[in-house]
Each structure stands twice: as C-alpha cells, then as structure tokens.
C-alpha cells in the first residue's frame, strides 16, 4: 500500500515538473512572438442557433498589432486599434474602431494580449489543449496547439448554452514570406466610416 501510493506521488511529481517546464500556454506565445512575418491558411467556423457559416482563408501576421484577414468575399485589416474591412463583393469599405474589452477569434490568437488561462490545460501525445475563460463575456474556449513547437492548430470559442460557437483551424503557416496580397481596386467603392 505505501510503496503504490510512492509510485502514484512519484508519478505525479514527475508529470508536475515536465508540465511547469513545458507550460503550452508559453509555448504557443513564444511561438507566435517568432513567426510574426508569416502567413496563416484557415479555416473559420461559426455556429449561432442552428446556422452555419464555414469561411477559408489567409492571415497575414505582420505584427502583434497588425494583422490581415483575407479570402475571396472580404479584407479586414485589423492595424492597432483601427480595423479596415473592405467587402469584395458588396463593394463597400467599412472604417471602425476596436471597442475597448471587446476581443475576436484573430486578437486571442495574434495580438499580444495575454489569456486568463486558470481553468487550466492538459497535455496529449502530440497535441496540448488549453481551456479558458472570457469573464467578460462569458464565453470559454478552448486552445490547440502543438506540444513541442507551440503553434496553434485550433480555437473554439463558445457561450454557455453553446448556442454560439466560434471555430478557428489553422490548416498550414507558411514561414516568414513578403504580404504581396492582390491589389483590390476600390475606386467605385462605398465608404462607411464608424469611428467617433
């Protein structure tokens, strides 16, 4: 009996030391602090009472403060606290402000901002999952990323009753390369301007 309860307390131990030593929330920050200049293939899930929204795209990360959401029907252009959408096929540009402790999908995984991440994480094989809490907001998510290397490979976000759910894969990061996004001629384009 005490040499089994030894061997469980050893156990502990050691998982408790590799897991201090190997915190994936770190990880994923430190890998993200590395691959600034890189581009992010996607995929963007939303679920909102029984209706589904299933987007591809890319992210061109260029800073912690910049970064580029584009697919075929939409350019955002989050860059500090301003945030530029131009609607490919609406032919609208739209020009708005970030709200103060209003947080999306993108700012968890590119902006500096760090998590609250006390409802902890666990380690698998290959893939560490991270959970979390938005208490503002009152919605939890959840964190994939690569156990050794730290890159993300998912992240959920849903509300309580999971009426809403929010899904971000991240299918291929393409290292450090130049943003030659394609022009978007905007001549003929709508402004809207929302800012104060």
Do not use: W
Request: include cysteine; charge should be neutral.
């Amino acid at each position: 009996m005490i040499k089994s309860i030894r061997i469980v307390l050893l156990k502990v131990i050691i998982f408790s030391l590799a897991f201090s030593k190997n915190d994936p929330y770190s990880n994923f920050k430190k890998y993200m602090d590395q691959n600034m200049g890189s581009i992010f293939n996607i995929s963007y899930h939303q679920s909102q009472y029984n209706e589904r929204l299933v987007s591809e795209g890319i992210i061109c990360f260029e800073s912690h403060k910049k970064y580029i959401f584009d697919n075929n029907i939409t350019r955002i252009i989050y860059n500090n606290k301003y945030i530029k959408t131009i609607n490919k096929q609406n032919k609208q540009i739209i020009y708005d402000e970030i709200i103060e402790g209003e947080v999306s999908l993108f700012d968890l995984l590119f902006s500096n901002k760090r998590l609250d991440v006390s409802l902890g994480a666990s380690l698998n094989p290959d893939i560490s999952i991270i959970n979390f809490k938005l208490k503002s907001l009152d919605i939890r998510g959840v964190l994939k990323t690569d156990n050794l290397s730290g890159e993300p490979k998912q992240l959920s976000l849903f509300n309580v009753d999971s009426s809403l759910m929010s899904v971000v894969e991240i299918n291929r990061v393409e290292s450090k390369v130049d943003f030659n996004l394609k022009a978007i001629d905007t001549t003929s384009y709508e402004l809207i301007d929302l800012r104060e």
